[in-house]
């Protein structure tokens, strides 16, 4: 259920991001687009689970049945759990088949939401 909340509210947010923003979504500001998209989701998320202690939250992007193996596509907590850079030493625009690293490299700026929301609280 988690899982598919998130994508269904992430999709639209993505196109808006998209049309207003007017970020290419293609590279870096793919991924930053990937990653605002994300956030948007994961706050949904911890509301939707009244997860209200960002310290205490689940900060697994896509976690549920509906993933593989029941993980989650993107830890905004530990980026690298899911083989993603924390840094730009790390960046890589991949190929085509991710429009050049929008899914990979959105890690970074999700991992700032979480140091974020961390500070914050």
Request: proline share 4%; with cysteine.
């Amino acid at each position: 259920m988690t899982f598919s909340l998130m994508k269904v509210d992430k999709i639209p947010t993505e196109k808006v991001i998209e049309h207003t923003i007017n970020l290419q979504y293609r590279g870096q500001s793919g991924a930053l687009n990937e990653s605002l998209a994300d956030c948007y989701g994961i706050m949904l998320k911890q509301w939707k689970f009244n997860q209200r202690d960002p310290k205490e939250a689940d900060w697994e992007y896509g976690g549920g049945a509906a993933s593989p193996h029941g993980e989650g596509q993107r830890n905004f907590k530990s980026p690298t759990e899911h083989g993603q850079p924390w840094s730009m030493d790390d960046y890589n625009e991949l190929d085509e088949d991710d429009n050049f690293g929008v899914h990979h490299n959105s890690a970074r700026f999700n991992h700032a939401f979480y140091l974020i929301a961390i500070w914050l609280e």
